[in-house]
């Protein structure tokens, strides 16, 4: 006869790490897609609602430092980077699916650091993990990088200015400084195939 022992263990109803009351997960936990030469992402990083305005002079002068001090690191390289008031947009280039998640955890770590240390707190700054999906095409990538520079005409409303927030208003020695050279086919020369070119 078979007894009802008591087993741990296994998958059970309301086990896992809980999220604060009315908050859902922006972000899904599942395996990211394998890859192993050189590809295009999309990168989005989004802060917890207590942390300062990521467009304040303050504030966007660590950022723009932490990713010129993270130039490169673990096969991830920054292509193209906007700044919101409380999230980040990056395009980048990792080499491995195990470059894009070690060079992110390392300028997570970099950006946390810096903005705990200007908010004079300590403890979580981001709000969920990064949010990353893969370009395959010319015409994903150019919009892409449409989509991240012109991003704050969506947040602020149109006004045909450089976002002085994003990389297209880094002054060429600066840039340098800041974004990595691709090493791939797609963001080196790939994207010229694209069907159409935002402006």
């Excluded at 990389?167 to 069907?195: D, F, K, M, N, Y």
Aim: glycine share 10%.
């Amino acid at each position: 006869m078979a007894l009802p022992l008591p087993q741990r263990g296994g998958k059970r109803k309301g086990a896992g790490r809980k999220l604060p009351p009315g908050r859902k997960p922006r972000v899904s936990h599942k395996a990211r897609p394998h890859f192993d030469r050189p590809a295009a992402v999309l990168v989005t990083l989004r802060v917890a609602d207590y942390v300062w305005n990521l467009r304040s002079g303050r504030s966007f002068r660590l950022l723009e430092q932490c990713l010129a001090d993270a130039l490169g690191r673990f096969g991830l390289r920054i292509i193209h980077f906007a700044v919101m008031g409380n999230h980040i947009h990056l395009i980048v280039e990792a080499d491995s699916n195990d470059s894009l998640s070690r060079g992110m955890q390392g300028l997570s770590i970099r950006i946390a650091k810096a903005l705990n240390r200007l908010m004079d707190r300590s403890g979580t700054v981001f709000s969920d993990h990064f949010h990353s999906r893969i370009l395959k095409t010319p015409t994903e990538l150019v919009n892409a990088i449409a989509y991240v520079l012109d991003n704050h005409e969506h947040h602020f409303g149109p006004g045909g200015e450089i976002d002085r927030f994003s990389s297209a208003a880094l002054t060429p020695g600066r840039r340098e400084q800041v974004l990595a050279r691709p090493h791939g086919w797609l963001l080196r020369s790939g994207w010229r195939r694209a069907h159409t070119i935002p402006g």
